[in-house]
């Protein structure tokens, strides 16, 4: 069966809790979601109110304090947001692409530390306590004095189970980041051995149907295919010819299935979650959105990417792709004034901006 770019847009959306509200709870939304982009601390806020009919700052922040959400290095080598129950599993999971990322980065300047001793160096540093990362940094240092310094606290948090705590992370609170072991911080092992398939069948729930290298460009996890091949999943097409893979049963939405206009936060998952992102975006839109390491904020017209957005001075500012229809502007307006009260910015201005105002703003 063949799947249109249109019939995978609206699914995905229906999936991601964007093309309505959804009734849940900020604990249960994160876990549907799997993992929530963490690298900047308003985004998670953001990108849960865009998706609940009911959210508050409170919400979400209550949860990680309660730790019952955890915030630390995941998928991709990046932060993320995950229940407590699922950073347990997922963390251990993400240890290869981790330990290849840090490789990258730092294994030429760090040939002569012995990566053993530093974890057991730094496990020794943190056990019961949360140290910054430059703190720590400083800590091994001592050990490594000819080695760059900064390489040491990064290669830390790779290679160890780590949490951000709070309030770092939280609503408007950024500042140096804090470390403290996993299994202090929430009093429980991580799984050993966890099967690789639990993660490729909550990956499909969240934001399938989706091919192997969708899988993969999620993840940082490399050779899924022989994986997802002997996993009891539903098999389709899209329009190139593609095959897309599925949870049996799973529900597949009709293509004139209306599409709210949503904001979307800075590194929102949806805009990062596919090798081929056609279904949201165009790939000159994509080149846009996309610059190095930054994923833009952006805005959905009938589904797909139709601009970017940001805070300017207490106003809205909205860059569109293309002249928009008077009906998809003034529905912007009105979400966009929901989201300045939400952000603590209630009555400021929506500033439009020309197509191709280039970012940031």
């Known amino acids: 069966m063949e799947l249109s770019q249109r019939v995978l847009n609206r699914t995905t959306l229906h999936r991601q809790l964007l093309l309505e509200r959804a009734g849940l709870d900020a604990r249960t939304a994160v876990e ?9 601390a308003n985004a998670p806020y953001v990108g849960l109110w865009s998706r609940l009919a009911s959210f508050t700052q409170d919400d979400l922040t209550s949860l990680l304090y309660g730790k019952q959400v955890v915030r630390g290095t995941m998928l991709r080598a990046t932060q993320h947001l995950a229940v407590s129950d699922d950073y ?18 730092f294994g030429k300047s760090m040939q002569e530390v012995d990566l053993e ?4 160096l730094a496990r020794e540093h943190l056990s019961g306590r949360t140290l910054t990362r430059p703190q720590l ?16 606290g990064w290669s830390a948090q790779s290679l160890l189970p780590i949490i951000h705590t709070p309030p770092n992370g939280t609503w408007n ?9 996993a299994e202090e ?10 099967p690789v398939e639990r993660l490729v069948a909550r990956y499909l729930a969240a934001y399938g149907p989706a091919g192997v290298m969708d899988v993969q460009a999620w993840s940082g996890l490399t050779r899924l295919k022989p994986v997802m091949e002997a996993m009891d999943l539903a098999k389709y097409r899209d329009i190139s010819g593609k095959v897309l893979y ?16 949503r904001f979307l936060p800075w590194f929102d998952n949806l805009i990062v979650a596919f090798a081929d992102r056609r279904r949201m975006m165009t790939d000159e839109q994509r080149k846009a959105i996309c610059v190095g390491s930054t994923i833009y904020p952006t805005f959905l017209v009938d589904g797909t990417v139709g601009g970017m957005w940001d805070f300017k001075d207490g106003a809205l500012v909205l860059v569109p792709f293309s002249p928009l229809p008077q009906a998809a502007r003034a529905e912007l307006a009105e ?27």
Request: charged share 20%; glycine share 10%.
């Open 32 to 40: 549907r979601l799997v993992a929530v982009q963490g690298q900047e």
């Open 88 to 105: 347990l599993w997922l963390r251990p999971l993400m240890q290869v692409p981790m330990s290849r990322a840090r490789q990258a980065s």
């Open 117 to 120: 001793e530093l974890v057991k």
């Open 137 to 152: 940094r400083d800590l091994l240092a001592v050990r490594w004095p000819e080695v760059e310094p900064s390489g040491l």
């Open 173 to 181: 609170r950024g500042g140096a980041t804090p470390f403290t072991l």
């Open 185 to 194: 911080w929430l009093g429980r092992a991580l799984e050993p051995s966890p």
């Open 246 to 261: 599925d949870l049996p049963g799973a529900v597949l939405v009709s293509a004139d299935a209306p599409a709210p206009v």
């Open 335 to 361: 979400e966009g004034a929901r989201l300045l009260a939400f952000a603590g910015h209630e009555g400021g201005a929506i500033e439009w901006r020309a197509p191709g105002t280039p970012m940031p703003i």
